[in-house]
């Protein structure tokens, strides 16, 4: 599978750009353990054009995680052709724009997955940032905005036509949000148009490897996007299994890169999100507490003791 020169190799598993998740150490975790394509945080294109210093930072990106793509989300088409100027500079390997965010803070607002009520927009501005990069530009969007709206086999069509060089599709109306299941039979058949030619990526409800290999045999997707199964996770993509120790060691490498990265009181705050969702404490009775006192740690010292705790206790599990 390739998105313009890159070439993915056979299916390849990406990581989905996530708000506050999708950070720069995370994507470099992710990508040691398998991830063939990580994307940053989305990026409001309004505020990179006003040169908000904080999403400006977010395009940060490093030649130890490519390929990299940057998301960038908006609803003003002049805005979203500056943007992808700005990041063009960064040289991502591919700019993607994001139809299909569904919180009410961004779709509301007629962006993300709000263009799916405005299609001739969503359609210009695709069609102008195309003509304004050199960069590969691909795009992020759902199945329809509701269930009696379920657009994406016409709408494939039109956004290939206005020169995009993939389309990743989750497998969900925006009314949907996050819950029900993903449906991928119509990412299917989107895939299976005869008249689309550039690579079809699905997305939704892939929460091991198993499934992704399935959703390549069933559906024939070029490739599969991977989103929350990655919290607090990022060895997710690796084919070879860890054992408790590896992971733990991990989770203490992604809090020691986030107290770094940016300082101590943050980089906790930042990792704490990982801590919770990580599938490794979910064997560990009476977690609650542990948990709490995790999210009270206030310094690097106290959490990584709290940890230590936890793998203690997991290897003892383990090897019992």
């Known amino acids: 599978m390739k998105i313009g020169m890159t070439d993915f190799g056979e299916r ?15 994507r470099k975790l992710c990508k ?4 063939a394509m990580v994307y940053t945080e989305f990026v409001s294109a309004e505020a990179l054009v006003r040169d908000v210093k904080t999403t400006v930072a977010k395009l940060t990106i490093s030649d130890e995680e490519r390929p990299v793509g940057i998301q960038i989300y908006g609803r003003d088409k002049e805005a979203m052709v500056e943007a992808a100027r700005i990041v063009e500079q960064m040289n ?13 803070k961004v779709a509301g607002k007629g962006a993300g997955a709000g263009m799916l009520r405005n299609i001739p927009l969503m359609l210009d501005i695709t069609r102008e940032v195309v003509k304004a990069v050199n960069v590969p530009v691909t795009v992020k969007t759902r199945l329809g905005w509701d269930c009696n709206n379920l657009i994406i086999t016409e709408l494939a069509e039109q956004l290939q036509d206005c020169g995009i060089q993939a389309l990743t599709i989750h497998g969900r109306t925006r009314s949907q949000m996050y819950t029900g299941d993903a449906d991928w039979t119509l990412i299917g058949e989107v895939k299976n148009n005869p008249y689309i030619q550039i690579p079809i990526i699905g997305n939704g409800d892939i929460k091991s490897l198993q499934q992704a290999d399935e959703a390549f045999d069933r559906y ?3 490739a599969v996007m991977v989103g929350r199964a990655t919290f607090g996770c990022p060895w997710f993509f690796s084919r070879k299994e860890l054992t ?28 704490r999100r990982h801590l ?5 404490f979910k064997g560990i009775p009476n977690f609650r507490q ?8 206030e ?13 203690q206790y997991l290897i003892r599990q383990e090897q019992s």
């Open 299 to 311: 310094t690097t010292a106290d959490l990584l003791a709290i940890l230590e705790e936890c793998r």
């Open 244 to 271: 408790i120790d590896e992971k733990m060691d991990v989770l203490e490498e992604q809090l020691c890169i986030n107290v770094e990265r940016i300082d101590e009181r943050r980089g906790i705050l930042h990792t």
């Open 220 to 222: 024939g997707v070029d």
């Open 276 to 280: 919770a969702a990580t599938p490794l």
């Open 290 to 297: 542990t948990r709490i006192a995790m999210l009270r740690a």
């Open 12 to 26: 390849p598993l990406f990581l989905a750009p996530m708000e506050d998740v999708t950070d720069i150490g995370f």
């Open 32 to 35: 040691r353990f398998g991830a």
């Open 92 to 104: 991502p390997d591919v700019i993607d724009l994001n139809f299909g965010c569904p919180v009410k």
